[in-house]
């Protein structure tokens, strides 16, 4: 089992930025991929950004560019850096782990507004 905890969201300026941290802790040591999703209101949850244990990243096309995903394997943690934000950008986010056995764990989400 891997428990996760997100912390970092808020309410921020069209053009400010955020930082989102997920730390994990249980089974850490069977943890793969990290990544970011997003649900807004009335829509689908869709993919910010993941990365590999080995550091590779991936991207929605809509936030390349502008958020950056990184990761500190001794800490178990997970971070999104968010620049430029958008008031597209509001949503839960939610942070997602993958193990290698193939078990999913999710976040409770943290809330994102970009408001003026």
């Known amino acids: 089992q891997v428990q996760l905890v997100e912390s970092g969201g808020g309410l921020v300026q069209p053009g400010g930025s955020l930082r989102l941290s997920c730390a994990a802790s249980g089974s850490t040591f069977s943890i793969n991929a990290m990544g970011w999703y997003r649900q807004a209101p009335g829509k689908q949850r869709e993919l910010v950004a993941d990365?590999?244990?080995?550091?590779?990243?991936n991207y929605a096309d809509s936030v390349k560019g502008r958020f950056t995903i990184s990761r500190d394997n001794a800490k178990n943690t997970v971070y999104l850096q968010m620049n430029s934000l958008k008031p597209e950008d509001t949503a839960v986010y939610y942070c997602?782990?993958?193990?290698?056995?193939?078990?999913?764990?999710w976040g409770q989400g943290t809330q994102v507004t970009v408001s003026s």
């Open positions: 990365i590999t244990r080995g550091g590779i990243s």
């Open positions: 997602k782990v993958v193990t290698g056995v193939g078990g999913r764990y």
